[in-house]
């Protein structure tokens, strides 16, 4: 239901608020209007995503999370927990070979 490349990015902008498709669509400049419609069709038959269309002219269509895919912040913010410090480990692990390791630096046993 949110595996694909965009609907997490979509979640997180809903979840700042009520979107409108123009104002979703020039925040993901990466995405199709093609693809981002498809998207937020998934979203809304999975009830995570609800589309409410004004009748004004021109008109007004909104996106936003239902209850039922606001549950999904302890989700995402575990993700992106996860996510951070599977960065620090990929960073440490790149480090160049000269610099001491951070348990190198305190600890020397030799030292003594």
Known sequence: ????????????????????????????PQISQKVLTAELRQLQEHG????TSHRE???RVEYALTAYGRDLAPIFDLLCSWGDQHLKRRNA???P????????????????
Do not use: C, Y
């Open 1 to 28: 239901m949110i595996g694909s490349k965009w609907k997490g990015i979509i979640w997180w902008r809903l979840s700042k608020g009520v979107g409108r498709f123009g104002a979703l669509q020039r925040s993901l």
């Open 48 to 51: 995570i995503v609800a589309r």
């Open 57 to 59: 002219v021109p008109p």
């Open 93 to 95: 692990n790149t480090k």
């Open 97 to 112: 070979a000269s610099a001491p390791a951070a348990d190198e630096s305190t600890h020397n046993p030799g030292a003594h």
